[in-house]
């Protein structure tokens, strides 16, 4: 089996989702959510909106999972998270994003505090502005996650995750950060298939179309991601659906893949 083929097999990849097959594939996935949350126990769904698509798409699927449960006699509910470190940029796409998004109840947390407490007394006098900045960016996520689970385990919930394809086949996530959940419903797709769900969803196409940006690093704000790819998210959801790509983007893709590996696998032990 060629790597293109064995990693889009790893990733499991719907090379068949295409226009046309959304409205079943939503339902698949809010299937999935209502199914892993009456198996829990729980009765709560917690996700941090960003402001971007993919928690935009989660989201959505998450509230439609909630309601289907509840008319089902299920007392679930869906907790939309804003998370801001300070203010945020484009706080105006979050809330545009809540808008959409209608979900049961809103809660704000800033992670401003507990991230500059803890940088304050990182003992890092030795490293580099570049190195403090993206240690501080992967503070900010991993802070972001605490809160989620602080909110989850207050209301009997599962934190869901926004990890597509595309981002698991970069490694394009903070380790025990925005990497952590109980479920990922997300998984699986490629970045133009999550837009081609938000749309089916009814999401604004501005929301839909927006550039990713993680914006964890103060330094680079608002930096996008496929600058630090160093490829288009075409170019990658290219390859995961098996189509020819340039030997360039086949090196990054796959380079990226390799480095990234232990993001993806659980902590290594002894045998």
């Known amino acids: 089996m060629q790597t293109q083929?064995?990693?889009?097999?790893?990733?499991?990849?719907?090379?068949?989702?295409?226009?046309?097959?959304?409205?079943?594939?939503?339902?698949?996935?809010?299937?999935?959510?209502k199914h892993t949350?009456?198996?829990?126990?729980?009765?709560?769904?917690?996700?941090?909106?960003?402001g971007g698509v993919d928690s935009l798409v989660a989201g959505r699927l998450c509230q439609l999972a909630a309601e289907q449960l509840r008319d089902d006699g299920y007392p679930a509910r869906f907790?939309?998270?804003?998370?801001?470190?300070?203010?945020?940029?484009?706080?105006?796409?979050?809330?545009?994003?809540?808008?959409?998004i209608k979900p049961d109840q809103?809660?704000?947390?800033?992670?401003a505090a507990s991230v500059d407490g803890l940088m304050a007394s990182l003992a890092a006098s030795e490293a580099s502005a570049a190195q403090v900045d993206f240690i501080k960016g992967n503070v900010k996520a991993r802070a972001r996650m605490i809160a989620q689970y602080a909110v989850a385990n207050l209301h009997n919930g599962l934190v869901v995750g926004t990890d597509h394809a595309a981002e698991?086949?970069?490694?394009?996530?903070?380790?025990?950060?925005?990497?952590?959940?109980?479920?990922a419903p997300l998984s699986g797709l490629t970045k133009t298939q999550v837009r081609l769900l938000g749309t089916a969803l009814g999401a604004?196409?501005?929301?839909?179309?927006?550039?990713?940006?993680?914006?964890?690093?103060?330094?680079?704000?608002?930096?996008?991601?496929?600058?630090?790819?160093?490829?288009?998210?075409?170019?990658?959801?290219?390859?995961?659906?098996?189509?020819?790509?340039?030997?360039?983007v086949r090196t990054i893709v796959e380079s990226a893949y390799r480095k990234t590996a232990h993001k993806r696998a659980l902590p290594v032990v002894p045998l």
Do not use: W
């Open 204 to 248: 604004p196409a501005n929301l839909v179309k927006k550039a990713p940006t993680a914006d964890l690093e103060e330094l680079a704000p608002g930096k996008l991601d496929e600058v630090a790819y160093g490829c288009t998210y075409d170019d990658i959801d290219a390859y995961l659906m098996g189509e020819p790509v340039s030997e360039q």
């Open 5 to 33: 083929d064995r990693i889009a097999q790893e990733l499991n990849i719907n090379r068949g989702l295409v226009k046309g097959g959304e409205p079943q594939e939503i339902q698949r996935r809010i299937d999935f959510i």
């Open 168 to 183: 698991a086949l970069m490694g394009f996530f903070t380790k025990f950060g925005d990497g952590a959940c109980d479920l």
């Open 106 to 111: 809103i809660d704000t947390l800033n992670i």
């Open 79 to 100: 907790i939309a998270m804003r998370l801001p470190y300070k203010s945020q940029a484009d706080e105006h796409d979050a809330q545009a994003s809540l808008d959409f």
């Open 37 to 50: 949350l009456r198996q829990s126990g729980c009765t709560a769904l917690v996700l941090g909106i960003s």
